[in-house]
């Protein structure tokens, strides 16, 4: 079989499997399996592929026709500028995450010294992008789901920064140690009826602890309102990813505990995505 044939065949089941990004998934996967890229293949589709390679290709193909997301299929995902290691006990990075990495640069120079916490750190994303961008700056990174860390923590190691990041396997409630410079988060924010209506490779496959926070979807976003007012410096900040229709609420109880709402970051979609917040009291 050439390439072309492969990518239709592939298409074609994952069409039928409901799957919208079928043609695209398809050509990820045939690079994957042949260590190559998107563009190498669509410019040689003419190109004869081996028996043993259709036979991986199908192997993948199966998974991603059972709804699997193609980042966990892959384990790795793209994030800021780097990759990163993901599987099933961790949420897979979205574009719009990158906005509080990106806040957090805004506000500080390169040879910035400043202590800064994750909470809810997953893959470790978030922090370590900051952290190869900022090196002098100093972190830590908690998690309740300890299978998360060990996500988080190889990924510190591949990126080389194992050193520079403390990781503990706490639930934030718990949480006592430190002032800190920064705090961020992107936390769980999805309310029950939302969560019966997200598509099936989120639903089905990425953890329900990175996701569910209770009927209004702002359960841990007031637990993390709550302890980053202890946590941080006076004139800290809190920077923190919310879902929609979240905004009003959450900066409702930001004022309530002491904070300064600086900046509403909106998504390529213009929903209020991420909050930057300063702890004034």
């Given amino acids: 079989m050439k390439y072309l044939e492969v990518l239709n065949y592939g298409s074609k089941v994952l069409k039928l499997k409901n799957i919208n990004s ?64 993901v599987n099933k006990n961790v949420l897979i990075p979205r574009p719009e995450t990158e906005i509080i990495v990106d806040e957090v640069l805004k506000l500080t120079n390169f040879d910035t010294s400043k202590q800064l916490l994750d909470i809810g750190t997953g893959s470790g994303c978030i922090i370590l992008s900051i952290m190869k961008e900022r090196p002098y700056c100093y972190g830590t990174a908690i998690d309740i789901s300890k299978k998360a860390l060990n996500v988080a923590i190889n990924n510190a190691k591949m990126h080389h920064l194992q050193n520079k990041i403390k990781f503990i396997n706490i639930d934030i409630d718990k949480y006592e140690y430190n002032k800190y410079d920064f705090i961020i988060s992107n936390p769980p924010y999805i309310n029950n009826f939302e969560f019966k209506r997200l598509e099936k490779n989120v639903r089905l496959f990425e953890p329900h602890i990175a996701l569910k926070a209770g009927i209004d979807g702002l359960s841990k976003i007031k637990n993390i309102i709550n302890k980053s007012k202890i946590l941080l410096k006076l ?47």
């Fill in 22 to 85: 079928y043609n695209l998934d398809c050509e990820l996967i045939l690079a994957k399996v042949l260590n190559s890229t998107r563009e190498e293949i669509l410019t040689n589709l003419n190109k004869k592929i081996a028996k043993i390679n259709i036979i991986k290709f199908k192997k993948l193909l199966d998974k991603r026709k059972n709804n699997e997301p193609i980042a966990y299929i892959f384990k790795q995902k793209a994030f800021w500028k780097y990759n990163f290691i």
């Fill in 235 to 281: 004139n800290g900040k809190l920077i923190f990813e919310l879902g929609n229709n979240q905004m009003l609420n959450a900066i409702q109880i930001l004022k309530k505990n002491g904070f300064y709402v600086n900046k509403i970051c909106r998504d390529i979609q213009s929903f209020p995505r991420v909050i930057i917040s300063t702890k004034i009291v």
